[in-house]
C-alpha cells in the first residue's frame, strides 16, 4: 500500500475550525429530549461547539419530554456528554456548560404545557441574554412534528417579535410522497421554509463535504468525472448490527425508506451533481435537484430486496429479523436494498450507479467507489497469468464516509523483477491521520449551521418530495407484491444473491460481496 502524508500545520487547522460567523445567542429547544437522540448525540455536539468556542456566550438549553426528571434529565446529559463526547468526568468546563441546560416536562399535546414553556423561554431570556432568538429541534418519534410546529405557531413562539425562529426537524420526514408532502403542508402553515431545517446527519459529515471539495477544489479529477471516463459508481452503506430494540419503528420503515430514500440519494448527488456557481444553499439546492430529477423511473428487474435470517456476525451466532423484539414473525419488511438507477444527463448517460443498503451485512461501512474505465488496450496483458497480482484491476477512486475516513486511488503499479508485472496498489488519504483528529460528529456541524441559518447542508422541500416519488413506484409494487423468499440473506453475509446478481449480469461486482 502507498499511503499519502499529508502535513497541516496546526495554525491552519485551528483557522479552519474558526467559523466565518459565530451565532447570535440563542436559546435551543429540544423537544424528545429524554430519548436517545440527545443523550447520545445532540449534548455532546453541543458540548463540543462549546468548547471548541462555536457558540455564542449567551446559550441557553431546554430539554421538553413528557415525564417529570428535572435534576435526573440532567444527569443523565451528563453521563452522554461523558460517554458520547469522550469527555472526563470531572471536566470543570462541563459543570459549567450543565447550569445552562433546563428541562421542561409537558405532553406535546397540552397546549398549557406551551405556555409555561413560552414563559419559561422569556425567563432565560432575562438570564442569560438569548434575546428571543429560539432554535427548536423536533427529536421526536414523526407523529408529533406537526403537532409540536402547530402548537408553536397557536402560542405565537413560531415568529415573535424580535429574533430569530429556526426549526431542526428530525428523520425520517414523510412514509412516503403523500405523508411528506402533508407534514410539508402543515410545517410551512407556521413556518416559512427559511425557518425550516429537515436534518439528514449525513450531510454534516465532513468526508460527505469533502467529496465537494474532492470534487471542485482540485484540477485534476473534474475533466475525468463522467460518461467518458467512469465505468460505473458502486454506493454502499452496510450496517453490521440489527435493529438494536427499534422494532416497532424498523417494522414501518424498512431500508428504503431508512436509508435509501435519503442518506444515499444525498450521497448520489455529490457525486454526480454539477459545479455549483457558488458554495451557498441556493445554487446547490438547484444542481442537487437536476441530479434527481435526471433519475430514470427504476425498472423492478434493477431492484433487489432482502431481510436477514439467523447468522453469525462477528464470529457471534445472530437472530433472524423475524425474530428481533417486537416484530411480526412473518414481517415482510426489508433490510436490504440495493438497485441500479440512470441518470440521463449530458455526464452520467450510460453510466450506472448501483447503490446497497442493509443491516446485519458482514461490516459496517458507508463508501462510494468510482471505477474508471480500462485503457483502450493492455500492454502488459501477457504477463498477467502468471502473476500472483491477478488480473489488471481498473482504476478506483474509493471514498470511504465512514468508518477510517478517508480517500484511496487504486492503481497499476510495476511489481519489482526483471518481467514488466502489474500489480493493483492503493495510494491512501486517511483523515484522522492527516489532520490530527477525527471527522466531528455531523450533528456539530449542522446544529452550528441552523444556528447560523445557513440550510446549505439541509434537505429543501422539493428535494424531500422527489426523492420520495422516486421511491414511490418500488413502495407501491412491494406492498402489491409480499416477498415470497424472506429472509433470504444470513446475517453477517453480504445481503442476498440477488443484489451480486444484479451488478454480475453487467460483469461488474461490489468490492465486498
Ligand atoms: N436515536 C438515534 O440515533 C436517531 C438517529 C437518527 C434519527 N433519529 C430520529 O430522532 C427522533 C428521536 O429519536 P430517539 O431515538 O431519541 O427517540 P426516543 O428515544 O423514542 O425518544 C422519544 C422522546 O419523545 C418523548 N415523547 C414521546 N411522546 C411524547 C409526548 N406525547 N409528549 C411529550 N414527550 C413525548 C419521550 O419522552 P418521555 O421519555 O418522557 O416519554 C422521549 O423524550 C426520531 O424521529 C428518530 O427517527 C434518531
Known amino acids: 500500500m502507498v499511503t499519502t502524508e499529508v502535513t ?20 435551543v429547544v429540544i423537544f424528545g429530549a429524554s430519548g436517545d437522540l440527545t443523550k447520545r448525540k445532540l449534548l455532546p455536539a453541543l458540548y463540543h461547539l462549546e468548547q471548541a468556542g462555536l457558540l455564542p456566550a449567551e446559550f441557553a438549553v431546554v430539554g421538553v419530554a413528557r415525564r417529570p426528571l428535572q435534576g435526573e434529565f440532567v444527569n443523565d446529559m451528563r453521563d452522554g456528554i461523558i460517554k458520547g463526547g469522550g469527555v472526563e468526568a470531572d471536566d470543570p468546563n462541563l459543570r459549567d456548560f450543565l447550569q445552562r441546560v433546563n428541562y421542561h416536562a ?35 418519534s414523526p407523529e408529533y412534528f406537526s403537532e409540536i410546529v402547530h402548537q408553536l405557531g397557536a402560542h405565537r413562539m413560531a415568529k415573535p417579535e424580535k429574533g430569530a425562529v429556526r426549526c431542526i426537524i428530525e428523520k425520517p420526514f414523510g412514509h412516503d410522497l403523500s405523508s411528506a408532502r402533508k407534514l410539508n403542508d402543515d410545517i410551512n402553515e407556521v413556518l416559512s421554509e427559511d425557518q425550516i431545517f429537515r436534518i439528514d446527519h449525513y450531510l454534516g459529515k465532513e468526508t460527505v463535504q469533502n467529496i465537494l471539495v474532492f470534487r471542485f477544489a482540485n484540477g485534476i479529477f473534474e475533466p475525468i468525472w463522467n460518461r467518458n471516463y467512469i465505468d460505473h459508481v458502486r454506493i454502499t452503506a452496510a450496517e453490521n448490527i440489527g435493529i438494536e430494540g427499534r422494532g416497532p419503528f424498523y417494522e414501518k420503515a424498512g431500508a428504503l425508506r431508512d436509508v435509501i430514500q435519503n442518506h444515499v440519494m444525498q450521497l448520489l448527488t455529490f457525486v454526480a451533481m454539477e459545479p455549483p456557481v457558488s458554495f451557498f444553499s441556493g445554487p446547490i439546492h438547484v444542481e442537487k435537484m437536476k441530479v434527481w430529477k435526471a433519475i430514470q423511473p427504476i425498472r423492478m428487474e434493477d431492484i433487489v430486496r432482502g431481510q436477514y435470517g439467523p447468522g453469525t456476525v462477528d464470529g457471534k451466532p445472530a437472530i433472524g429479523y423475524r425474530q428481533e423484539d417486537r416484530v411480526d414473525p412473518v414481517s415482510n419488511t426489508e ?75 487504486r ?13 493493483p496498489v492503493m495510494m491512501d488519504f486517511d483523515y484522522a491521520a492527516a489532520f490530527g483528529v477525527s471527522s466531528a460528529n455531523g450533528y456539530e456541524r449542522l446544529l452550528l449551521d441552523a444556528m447560523l441559518g445557513d440550510a446549505t447542508l439541509f434537505a429543501h422541500r422539493d428535494g424531500v418530495e422527489t426523492t420520495w416519488a422516486l421511491m414511490a413506484p418500488i413502495l407501491e409494487e412491494w406492498a402489491a407484491h409480499p416477498p415470497k423468499d424472506f429472509p433470504n440473506y444470513a446475517a453477517g453475509s453480504w445481503g442476498p444473491e440477488a443484489a451480486i446478481e444484479l451488478l454480475a449480469r453487467d460483469g461488474r461486482k461490489w468490492r465486498h460481496q
Open 411 to 423: 492503481f497499476a503499479a510495476k511489481a519489482p523483477g526483471p518481467n514488466m508485472q502489474s500489480c
Open 335 to 409: 433490510t436490504f436494498a440495493a438497485m441500479r438507477f440512470k441518470i440521463e444527463n449530458w455526464r452520467w448517460a450510460g453510466v450506472p450507479f448501483y447503490v446497497r443498503a442493509g443491516k446485519r451485512l458482514a461490516q459496517r461501512f458507508t463508501d462510494i467507489t468510482i471505477q474508471f474505465k480500462q485503457p483502450p488496450t493492455m500492454l502488459f496483458k501477457d504477463n498477467v497469468g502468471s502473476s500472483e497480482c491477478g488480473e489488471i484491476q481498473p482504476n478506483i477512486i474509493s471514498m470511504r464516509i465512514q468508518p477510517n475516513e478517508g480517500i484511496s486511488l
Open 106 to 140: 409537558m405532553n406535546f399535546d397540552d397546549p398549557e404545557g406551551y405556555v409555561r414553556l413560552k414563559a419559561l423561554l422569556e425567563t432565560l431570556d432575562k438570564n442569560y441574554g438569548t434575546n428571543g432568538n429560539r432554535l427548536f429541534y423536533l427529536a421526536t
Open 8 to 27: 497541516v500545520s496546526p495554525e491552519v487547522l485551528q483557522a479552519s475550525r474558526v467559523p466565518e460567523r459565530v451565532p447570535e445567542p440563542c436559546a
